[in-house]
């Protein structure tokens, strides 16, 4: 039960974070719209952790890893997407995002050894099947030269983001909690962000609207305090492998707003996508009559 409370809560808050982004682009440079969403963010955990005293200190040894969760998390990743978020719509962002499945799969396999399942295969081409008919027929009528460059860059996003989850994964099994990390990584990722901006001379610009300041609190107190938090529990409880697909779902989130809100219109290779894209989510968590051994190797360390 509390897998599935936390994987519906990452589905529920990153699928509605693209659109947030999307507000964020304009005067803001994107190097500082990403600054002000994890200084902020940082604020809130580091000072909800030491009002509940819970805040620990990572050991000297740990602080690597740390940082390099910083770095993939909640930072480079994100410069790529907002980058990417000039080129492409929000929506097509989070189907390049959807491949976080497959680059944990097989980041999952280079630093840690796991075995790639049949059934993560077989999830993993139901939920990209599905996406493709859920998004493909608009996005390749759509595409001019700059969205290649939004697809390149979402894609290395991803590829941050996947680093990220296996440097949380470490992080977790040498005995980190996902709220300690995300913290001390949210501090880092900022201070980060802040070197870079004087490095390249990049201008400073305060929020410039109440519709901006809203989508940077939402993207740092929702988005990145609660998402993260919720999604690396998920990762350290269930696995990377199955803590992405939640990634898969994204796009759904995203079509269900924009029908509520954008009047977006059905098709029947839409609806058909829908339903591929769940399936890929019952494979990937349906309990198989499998040995305790087998199962045992896809979870992680507590």
Not at 97 to 117: E, K, M, P
Not at 211 to 234: C, D, K, N, P, R
Not at 262 to 289: I, Q, R
Request: proline fraction near 5%; include cysteine; glycine fraction near 8%.
């Amino acid at each position: 039960m509390t897998n599935l409370l936390l994987f519906s809560s990452t589905v529920l808050i990153w699928g509605t974070t693209w659109i947030a982004i999307a507000l964020q682009i304009g005067p803001v440079p994107v190097l500082v719209s990403v600054f002000y969403r994890f200084a902020t963010a940082a604020l809130i955990l580091v000072a909800a952790l030491v009002v509940t005293r819970r805040l620990k200190v990572p050991t000297r040894a740990q602080q690597p890893f740390v940082l390099a969760q910083a770095l993939c998390l909640f930072c480079c990743n994100f410069l790529c997407f907002y980058h990417a978020a000039s080129y492409v719509p929000s929506g097509l962002i989070s189907v390049v995002f959807s491949l976080a499945t497959i680059y944990n799969a097989v980041n999952a396999r280079l630093f840690f050894g796991d075995r790639i399942s049949p059934r993560t295969l077989l999830a993993a081409a139901l939920g990209a099947t599905g996406l493709v008919l859920l998004f493909g027929v608009d996005i390749l009528f759509s595409l001019n030269p700059d969205s290649w460059k939004g697809i390149g860059l979402s894609a290395l996003g991803t590829l941050f983001f996947s680093l990220g989850n296996m440097a949380s994964r470490r992080n977790s099994a040498s005995g980190i909690a996902p709220i300690t990390a995300n913290a001390w990584g949210m501090s880092y990722g900022a201070l980060a962000l802040l070197a870079l901006i004087f490095l390249t001379g990049t201008p400073i610009v305060a929020p410039p609207t109440l519709t901006y300041f809203g989508a940077m609190l939402y993207l740092a107190a929702i988005g990145s305090v609660v998402g993260f938090t919720t999604y690396l529990m998920l990762v350290s409880r269930i696995g990377s492998q199955k803590a992405a697909y939640a990634t898969v779902l994204f796009p759904v989130v995203a079509l269900t707003l924009s029908t509520l809100y954008e009047d977006y219109h059905w098709t029947l290779l839409s609806g058909l996508g829908l339903l591929m894209t769940l399936a890929g989510n019952a494979v990937m968590f349906a309990k198989l009559p499998t040995r305790k051994a087998v199962l045992v190797d896809e979870k992680l360390p507590a």
